[in-house]
């Protein structure tokens, strides 16, 4: 079944250590998307990719880094964590350009991470 | 830019009470729009969808009608569920592989 996947569901971490959360989809999407989501509930995103070994800044700065090795595969790592870091991270996916007329995204079910 | 306004919750409601969440938009070109819904503990999940003027999206007894004319896209149920217990993001996309802008979200709450 196509879908889209996220792990961990939830993360509780001290400060400093190194983490990176995962997302992957089977759906065949050549773009990807990480959104941070705050606690008032707005989404910012924060990185994308139009394929492999492409990586773009989203819209919000964002001291996390990500990469794009295998079209399926898109983590997000953070490599010293803050307690200014502490969100819910959605990972989402979409296909790109010419054989779509909208850009539906398909969304994870996010990583809540909490930086002590 | 792009930008989408939605209005502020929480909305609360009774059971089989009409809902109505106002989205409006500003672009510079013809968008696409959405509607996503997000479940507690969850991501979102794509609602509905209008892709150009007067389209009518539905689903789930949600409905939203593309307004060019007022730049609007209101979310509109007639009868709500305790499980439309949600949080509802308008959102809109002005060509395909761009980005996707979302309004604030707008949590509602539906009392038995």
Request: glycine share 10%.
């Amino acid at each position: 079944e196509a879908d889209i996947y996220q792990t961990p569901r939830y993360l509780v971490i001290g400060t400093g250590k190194k983490i990176t959360l995962e997302c992957s989809q089977t759906m065949g999407h050549d773009k990807m998307y990480w959104y941070q989501q705050d606690p008032g509930m707005e989404l910012h995103l924060i990185h994308y990719s139009y394929g492999v070994n492409s990586t773009e800044k989203g819209d919000l700065s964002s001291e996390s880094t990500v990469s794009r090795i295998r079209t399926e595969h898109f983590p997000l790592t953070l490599e010293s964590a803050r307690p200014s870091h502490t969100s819910q991270y959605l990972c989402a996916s979409s296909e790109y350009g010419g054989r779509s007329s909208y850009n539906e995204q398909f969304f994870g079910p996010g990583t809540r991470l909490t930086v002590l | 830019g792009n930008s989408v306004t939605q209005m502020e919750g929480p909305v609360t409601l009774s059971e089989e009470a009409f809902l109505t969440i106002n989205c409006t938009y500003t672009a510079t070109g013809y968008p696409s729009l959405f509607w996503y819904v997000q479940y507690p503990g969850e991501g979102l999940q794509l609602l509905l969808k209008a892709t150009k003027a007067d389209d009518k999206g539905s689903n789930k007894g949600f409905e939203a009608t593309y307004r060019k004319e007022t730049t609007s896209f209101h979310l509109e149920k007639g009868s709500v569920q305790v499980s439309d217990s949600a949080v509802y993001f308008c959102a809109l996309s002005e060509a395909a592989g761009n980005k996707l802008t979302f309004g604030g979200g707008t949590r509602v709450l539906v009392k038995p």
